[in-house]
């Protein structure tokens, strides 16, 4: 008898697992809330660091004026800087895009664009290609159908009459040719 593949037994039941996870989970809060406050420490220290508490007590009005100014400096650099770094940021994430985008297609998978239905008429279609409308009606040779000679209908006798003789035999044979 042949036996299929044995399933592997874990080394732990189910509530020892049950509380191993909850224990990791537990430990992973703690150390995620500890990083929290040490980047606030951080945040706090920094900003004591590069903008000091200001004394404004004591001061004139000509001196509170010169801080002003002192910070609106100050602020305009680190706008610019602010500036800088968004726009140097925006250009990497579309050098990624397209780097990722040429990798798929030297690996030869390439990732097609969802496709959504679109409903066009025939003049919108050819409007977006030619960037003009073209009226094919307007294009077109018209052609006027002749009309068919119905031959009137009259009395056969007055018609005998008029071919008899020779008028009659050139009209026939002017009507042939």
């Given at each position: 008898?042949?036996?299929?593949?044995?399933?592997?037994?874990?080394?732990?039941?189910?509530?020892?697992?049950?509380?191993?996870?909850?224990?990791?989970?537990?430990?992973?809060?703690?150390?995620?809330?500890?990083?929290?406050?040490?980047?606030?420490?951080?945040?706090?220290?920094?900003?004591?660091?590069?903008?000091?508490?200001?004394?404004?007590?004591?001061?004139?009005?000509?001196?509170?004026?010169?801080?002003?100014?002192?910070?609106?400096?100050?602020?305009?650099?680190?706008d610019e800087a602010r500036y800088d770094l968004n726009i140097k940021v925006?250009?990497?994430?579309?050098?990624?895009?397209?780097?990722?985008?040429?990798?798929?297609?030297?690996?030869?998978?390439?990732?097609?664009?969802?496709?959504?239905?679109?409903?066009?008429?025939?003049?919108?279609?050819?409007?977006?290609?030619?960037?003009?409308?073209?009226?094919?009606?307007?294009?077109?040779?018209?052609?006027?159908?002749?009309?068919?000679?119905?031959?009137?209908?009259?009395?056969?006798?007055?018609?005998?009459?008029?071919?008899?003789?020779?008028?009659?035999?050139?009209?026939?044979?002017?009507?042939?040719?």
């Open positions: 008898m042949s036996e299929g593949p044995k399933k592997a037994r874990s080394k732990y039941s189910a509530t020892r697992r049950l509380l191993l996870k909850s224990k990791l989970l537990k430990k992973a809060e703690s150390l995620l809330v500890k990083e929290k406050e040490e980047k606030e420490l951080e945040r706090e220290n920094i900003l004591r660091e590069r903008a000091p508490p200001l004394n404004l007590s004591g001061l004139s009005a000509q001196e509170v004026k010169e801080i002003c100014r002192d910070l609106h400096q100050k602020i305009d650099i680190v925006a250009r990497n994430d579309s050098e990624i895009l397209s780097l990722t985008q040429k990798i798929y297609e030297l690996k030869g998978k390439m990732k097609r664009p969802n496709l959504r239905r679109v409903k066009k008429s025939a003049d919108t279609m050819l409007g977006s290609v030619t960037d003009t409308r073209v009226d094919f009606k307007a294009k077109l040779k018209t052609v006027k159908k002749e009309e068919e000679k119905k031959e009137e209908v009259t009395d056969w006798r007055k018609n005998v009459e008029a071919m008899s003789g020779m008028e009659g035999r050139k009209k026939l044979f002017d009507a042939g040719q």
